[in-house]
């Protein structure tokens, strides 16, 4: 039987493998890996778990969509904002004493590095150039969490979250790219939208259409994407075994998608008649009716799931 310490080593060694080759200079990731183990001394605040209510709105486009009771896919963090309000929280704390935790200075003042380890207040966005790995116990949980934690940053900037729950019976993970239906060309509306749409279908490595949810189905997973005004969200959940082959295709979406033409032929008639399920209901008449009163200038304004006109006949 493979122990908790060997499954999270073999795990971790497979994230890192993975998503190092991502170019994702603005993007975030969050895995549930199988077990491991912490020093108790919470840091950083962990993001708290999505309700089936809001894991149901991960829908493509944003909408409204079947809840899941997944328990690992309640742990997927969709923004990377949770990870940076978390560590500036902890960087303004620096100064506050706290028995036996030496990051946080005790009486003393917290040095550059220990108060900013990722290099936030140099930019973020910096790669590093190094992995940097948070101290254990450095991402502070709620007294009723026992699932466990870590935060690093990877050299081409790639930042990440670790979190094991010896309980769930799967596991997951997660890539936040920080760009949204907000980032569309005014000409061209759904863009991004239609961008999440097509990494599904193929890329260098893996040229069939579907092949991630071909091989998730079999191991008892599945995935899905949302487009967001600043960020879009890629996500899966499978068993725990086949973690490092899913990571492996989940990667090449990000690395070389095909976009081949016969794809992106089918996939906007598929926008298409998202477009046309979404104007029978009443949220997304809402939604548009709010978007109509913004400043047209202001890109809250924009269409953001876009339909077969905005993304080819209107271009």
């Not at 020093?39 to 089936?52: F, M, V």
């Not at 050299?155 to 997951?172: M, Q, Y």
């Not at 890329?203 to 879009?232: C, I, M, Q, R």
Request: with cysteine; aromatic share 8%.
């Amino acid at each position: 039987m493979v122990s908790s310490a060997q499954r999270f080593s073999r795990g971790m060694s497979v994230l890192l493998a993975m998503l190092t080759i991502l170019a994702a200079e603005d993007a975030a990731a969050f895995v549930n890996v199988p077990a491991f183990s912490t020093s108790p001394a919470p840091r950083l605040r962990a993001p708290r778990s999505l309700s089936p209510s809001s894991v149901g709105m991960m829908a493509e486009g944003g909408g409204p969509s079947e809840a899941t009771n997944n328990n690992a896919l309640d742990m997927v963090v969709s923004r990377r904002s949770a990870l940076r309000a978390a560590l500036a929280a902890s960087i303004v704390a620096a100064s506050v004493t706290v028995p036996g935790s030496k990051f946080l200075g005790q009486a003393e003042p917290a040095t550059a590095a220990e108060s900013d380890p990722l290099g936030y207040a140099t930019g973020y966005n910096v790669a590093p150039g190094k992995k940097v790995v948070l101290p254990d116990g450095t991402v502070e949980t709620s007294a009723l969490d026992r699932r466990k934690y870590r935060a690093l940053t990877l050299p081409n900037g790639l930042r990440v979250l670790l979190a094991s729950d010896p309980k769930a019976d799967n596991t997951a993970a997660a890539l936040d790219v920080h760009v949204g239906h907000f980032s569309d060309p005014a000409e061209i509306p759904g863009l991004a939208h239609f961008c999440e749409h097509m990494l599904f279908l193929g890329t260098d490595k893996y040229p069939v259409e579907g092949d991630l949810d071909n091989f998730l189905s079999l191991h008892g997973g599945s995935s899905n994407a949302f487009t967001a005004s600043e960020d879009t969200c890629y996500y899966f959940s499978l068993s725990q075994e086949q973690l490092e082959p899913a990571l492996d295709r989940f990667s090449r979406f990000f690395v070389a998608p095909l976009f081949t033409a016969a794809a992106t032929d089918r996939e906007l008639n598929a926008i298409e008649s998202e477009h046309a399920k979404n104007l029978q209901q009443d949220s997304w008449r809402m939604d548009q009716v709010s978007k109509l009163r913004f400043n047209p200038d202001h890109p809250a304004s924009k269409f953001g799931t876009g339909n077969k006109f905005t993304l080819k006949e209107g271009t």
